[in-house]
Each structure stands twice: as structure tokens, then as C-alpha cells.
């Protein structure tokens, strides 16, 4: 099993800026692609953003593109989502997830393990 640990949320100004961190344990051996999720009320889950194990492919939903920056250090076992020019819109639950395929997609059915999720909030 995986367990997962996310952290960094908060409350921030539009425009503002969050660095989000996910934290892997337990069997990390068992998948490839890291993914992070966002759930905003009364919403579907849908895919942010993830990426390949070497940390050298990422993938963006059109929504963050050129906002948010994914990276990977594996010596920590750790994913981060750096979000910039943050818009009211995207307020959520961020979740980060695991998934044992090498193929970058963020279809939530794809990945297996998740964490609690961290709220961010973009308000002013």
C-alpha cells in the first residue's frame, strides 16, 4: 500500500501563489505516475496535473496551464504542485493520487491510492 500526505493550503489573494507538497510512503515501489486532483463544492473531482516517475513528463488540464508547475523529488517521495496567478475558481479540496501506469492521463478511475486532500481557498 501507498499512503499519501498532502500539505500547503490555505487561504490566498487572487493573483497570489501556493506551493502544494505530497508526501509518499509505504510501498512507493508499486507506482509510477503521480497525479493531483481538485474537488471545489458541489463539483466533480477533476485532474490538475501529473507526473512520470522520473519526474521528466508532466501533464496540465487546459484550466492551469502556464499557472501551475508539477515537480517530483524521489529521494523525498515527494510531488509538488506550485500554483501562481491564483483565480477565485480555483478554489478546492486539492488531492494527490498514484497510479501504477507509465502513460500520463487524469482520469481519475486510473489512479488507486489518494490522500485526504488540503483545502486551498482564493478569495479576497
Known amino acids: 500500500q501507498v499512503q499519501l500526505v498532502e500539505s500547503g493550503g490555505g487561504l490566498v489573494q487572487p493573483g497570489g501563489s501556493l506551493r502544494l507538497s505530497c508526501a509518499a510512503s509505504?510501498?512507493?515501489?508499486?507506482?509510477?505516475?503521480i497525479g493531483w486532483f481538485r474537488q471545489a463544492p458541489g463539483k466533480e473531482r477533476e485532474g490538475v496535473s501529473c507526473?512520470?516517475?522520473?519526474?521528466?513528463?508532466?501533464f496540465y488540464a487546459d484550466s492551469v496551464k502556464g499557472r501551475f508547475t508539477i515537480s517530483r523529488d524521489n529521494a523525498k517521495n515527494t510531488v509538488y504542485l506550485q500554483m501562481n496567478s491564483l483565480k477565485p475558481e480555483d478554489t478546492a479540496v486539492y488531492y494527490c493520487?498514484?497510479?501504477?501506469?507509465?502513460?500520463?492521463?487524469?482520469?481519475?478511475?486510473?489512479?488507486?491510492?489518494w490522500g485526504q486532500g488540503t483545502q486551498v481557498t482564493v478569495s479576497s
Open positions: 493520487a498514484t497510479s501504477p501506469a507509465r502513460a500520463l492521463q487524469l482520469h481519475r478511475l486510473g489512479y488507486d491510492y
Open positions: 509505504g510501498s512507493t515501489k508499486d507506482y509510477n505516475t
Open positions: 507526473i512520470s516517475s522520473s519526474g521528466g513528463s508532466t
